[in-house]
């Protein structure tokens, strides 16, 4: 059964850092892209950053660029988001998601349950 | 910076036909993609590249796209279709992922 757990949540003050994780288990973890989606308490999702299998393709909504750092370790099965310069938008539910690419698009075919970053003074 | 619009509202009533539409410039050259999301649950996938159902997905869901138009059809919605919608896709350059402000969907 395919399994993504994300942890690394917490409340913290602007401009201090976090580093989210999301464990991978029941499929073979290096043959997907993985990608961070958050939501904003009562608010919509926001695709924050995708990584390919190896890393060798990264991505960053603007929101989050020079701010946020994704990275991947194939031999833990794990997907990580660093967080710095934390501001009081970037409080919200973070989701960690498995990407089927195909030919130039690709979509999120499994969802963790999140973990919630609250950002405030 | 690219979006998608949607509706923030559709209301059927049970067994009708329930369409939320999704509009975006690039529509016409990129996917679009369809999350269900219940409340306090995490997304789930019910339509990727504009008309593909993954296993699992009742039949009743379909989509489709024409122009700069993304449609989910929900084809004699239940109770339990109940739900925040959201369609999701990239602008042209494919660099710029976007999900739509999502659509509640009250079935009633």
Redesign the interface.
Known sequence: EVQLVESGGGVLRPGGSLRLSCAASGFKFDDYGMSW?RQAPGK????VS?INWNGGSI?Y??SVKGRFTISRDNAKNSLYLQMNSLRADDTALY?CARE?A?A??S???R????TLVTVSS | SYELTQPPSVSVSPGQTARITCSGDALPKKYADWYQQKSGQAPVLVIHEDDKRPSGIPERFSGSSSGTLATLTISGAQVEDEADYYCYSTDSSGYHRVFGGGTKLTVL
């Open positions: 989606v919509g999702l926001e695709w995708g991505g909504a603007d989701y089927i195909v130039g698009t979509w999120f075919d969802w963790g349950q999140g």
